[in-house]
């Protein structure tokens, strides 16, 4: 496999990233020290990540239903082949025990459900999603678009240039490439016919409940709005916006609910000098080596996974981020939005 290149600049801009995602710019958005930790030094709190692998096993399992029924599969072949693709990577078989392309030492995913913090994610509810998906939102009324070329247009990754130049940090000189922007990429879902229209599909999975409310959490919202930024420039006039489905996975019953986003061309327009704009203030933060903390967001989502490091006295962070805090612990989990998926 290929070596994943590194996502930010050299020499005295090695601070400075220059392929930016939507993580990336949440991050950034939120505190710019909270950016620091998690992207550019790549600190994580190390706990349990069972709860966002029930995410990406679902998003295995629907990449595999629609992919099914683009290969002409009616709904219940596909969702057969779909659950049985899901559960072979959460480890139901040792011999296809493989983590997202990571060969690793075979180990069944397996949370249990007895235990408050996964009784609403858990194997059992993992499968029923998927088969509970197929009867309150048919796949066959929004199927993944299939390209002139056969290919099927499920779990596409895109880089798109920005306007904006990146530094001159010594990577012109040594690979002539004069004319480097900074990029912005990410991952699609896929593209799918809904009506009579062409959307990107964004699958989201929730605890809380699906309604209005939790729709306009997506308007806006920076990733859903990189998204409809990115699909203007790869896809003009053929996309129509972003289809959100929703998934709420509760202890007895799991619901689902879709719904359409779009932008007009004034908002792409403000998208794009609102992501460029916090570019440049990451240039100034690089260049000083400051980090502004932003303490209205410590205690957001949650709570902020730096915290404990925050509250110390600056000369002891770094003690801390490496040693951990009685028992919170970090670990290096670099961020690189330029690695395949
Ligand atoms: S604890 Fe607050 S100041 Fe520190 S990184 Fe998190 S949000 Fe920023």
Known sequence: MPETPSNFCTGEWSE???????????EAMTCWRRYYYRIVKGYVRDTAKWDLDWGRYYHIGMDALHTGIAKGLDRDAALVVALRMMMMTAGDSPAEGDRFGKRMRWKPWDPDPEWRHYNKKNRSTLIRALIWYCEALPPEDAPPVVFEDGTIATELSFRIPLARRVPDDGYAAAHGDLSRAYVLCGHFDGLARYGAETFIRESKTTKSTIGSYYFDQFKPNVQIDIYALAASVLYPDTVSGILIEACQTAVGFTRFDREPIRHTPARLDEIAVNLTTLIAQAEINAKSGYWPMNTTACDQYGGCPYRPVCRKSPSLRQKF?????????????PWNPLEER
């Open 16 to 26: 400075l990233q220059f392929a930016w995602d939507s993580t990336s710019f949440r």
């Open 321 to 333: 981020l490496d040693d951990g805090i009685g028992k919170v612990r970090y670990i290096k989990d």
